[in-house]
């Protein structure tokens, strides 16, 4: 304690010296950080993918159209290609979800439900949007092959649930955190469509989410966090919020999904797929998750490896700069040693000292890097979630931890070997 007591007397003594270098290692470890993170990031990204949905690697295609738009001329020839993309016989399932908002109406506690959202959404961008919820839309094949949800009241959805009109009753799912405002059976009415065109739809509870149901994001399937759907509804599509509208049809574009019976038949329907396309003037685009997950994990390590260089070179650089100023230090203080080692101080414990001052200053400054980093990820927060967020576990922080003390090791190395050599004469005297 006493050693720990004169190192970090040490340190301050050399306040500007020790500061710069300081800067230097957070800034090191900041880079390395970030590094570290997109690799967890990229981990975190695909095991939930996989976690979550039922989705297959290699017989689960996205199906993208990069010319896509919300005219009636693509809705109509969009529509074409799906209904060839069903009568293909190598297809075992196809379809769409999509995620957005919904307002219920006239239903018993309907107060309740607000004061329930006022509590849910306090503290994030929806805290004045009390009145809706989210809700994601299913098609069948989407919902039987990829999902995983399991209802605690009720019933799942059903086949026949998916072939409703319009003017039908639409069975919905309810998320955990409405288990006791909706009951099973409950009905409410909610708006679809837009303009002219509004139709009031009937929704009627046919199940209750168990707590914790997640879904894959809209936004994007992979990348985003996936929707935990507490406070969420689950339904099937219906004519109307399908395709009732080209824009209704566009949006969809972002999560639609094949899923093949077997991988070896990817090649085949891709050829017939495209080539179907091109007589409509539309241009389909095909890749398995699988190929989808490796184009944008190889897109970020490029960034990522990047980052790591940079982080490394920042850090060479700065472990120069603190094995030196320690040499130095060790020269400009020999006298101090001498007094030491006279009055019972051994070499072994001025190295100890010196250790705990390179542990003060590379372990603080460790730590200042982990903070900043995380402050960077909360401010870098477009959508009200970074899924770079999930990164900060104990695991990232093992492995700063370990980064440090090799660091700690590596530049104490020399310093200790100077240390080693030093005479009780020539200390006393204070000569080089």
């Known amino acids: ?77 969009f529509r074409q290609l799906e ?28 107060q309740k439900y607000q004061q329930r959202n006022k509590q849910l959404y306090a503290g994030t961008r929806r805290e004045d949007d009390i009145e809706s919820s989210g809700i994601i839309y299913f098609d069948y094949d989407i919902y039987r092959l990829f999902t995983k949800f399991v209802v605690i009241k009720g019933r ?31 009905r409410f009415k909610a708006e679809a469509g837009a303009g002219e065109k509004t139709i009031k739809v009937t929704y009627e509870v046919v199940g209750i989410l168990e707590k914790g149901s997640r879904w894959l994001s809209g936004n994007d399937y992979f990348v985003s966090p996936a929707d935990n759907l507490d406070h969420f509804f689950v ?101 101090e040693f001498g007094v030491m080692m006279v009055t019972g101080a051994s070499k072994r414990d001025i190295s100890f000292m010196l250790i705990m001052e390179l542990f003060f200053l590379i372990g603080i400054s460790a730590v200042i890097g982990v903070i900043v980093s995380y402050l960077t990820e909360v401010n870098n927060d477009f959508l009200g979630y970074n899924i770079r967020l999930e990164a900060f576990t104990w695991w990232l922080y093992g492995k700063v931890a370990i980064i440090a003390i090799f660091i700690i090791l590596f530049s104490a190395i020399i310093p200790l070997w100077n240390i080693k050599k030093l005479e009780l004469r020539e200390l ?5």
């Open 156 to 186: 799942m959805l059903e086949e026949a649930d998916f072939q409703k009109e319009n003017n039908d009753v639409i069975p919905v799912l309810v998320g955990y955190d409405y288990r006791d405002v909706f009951r099973i059976g409950d």
């Open 235 to 335: 339904a099937p599509f219906f004519p109307e919020q399908r395709e009732g509208r080209p824009i209704s049809v566009a949006v969809r574009l972002h999560n639609t999904f094949i899923q093949l019976h077997s991988e070896k038949q990817f090649k085949d329907v891709k050829a017939a797929i495209m080539k179907k396309g091109k007589e409509l003037g539309i241009s389909p685009v095909l890749q398995t998750v699988r190929k989808d997950v490796d184009a944008y994990q190889e897109n970020t390590r490029k960034s990522n490896h990047y980052a790591l260089a940079i982080g490394t070179f920042f850090l060479v650089v700065t472990l120069i700069g603190v094995i030196s100023v320690t040499i130095s230090s060790i020269r400009a203080r020999k006298y």
């Open 1 to 77: 304690m006493k050693y720990a007591r004169i190192a970090f007397a040490s340190i301050v003594k050399r306040k500007l010296s020790i500061l710069l270098m300081a800067l230097q290692l957070v800034v090191s470890f900041w880079m390395i950080n970030h590094a570290l993170i997109t690799i967890d990031t990229l981990n975190y990204q695909e095991k939930q993918l996989f976690s979550i949905s039922k989705m297959d690697e290699y017989k689960t295609v996205k199906l993208t159209m990069p010319d896509g738009d919300d005219t009636q001329w693509f809705a109509e020839r």
């Open 428 to 432: 006393v005297e204070g000569r080089e």
């Open 83 to 110: 209904t060839y993309i069903k009568s293909l016989p190598e297809i075992q399932g196809y379809g769409s979800f999509n995620t957005t908002s919904i307002v219920p109406q006239d239903f018993p506690k309907w």
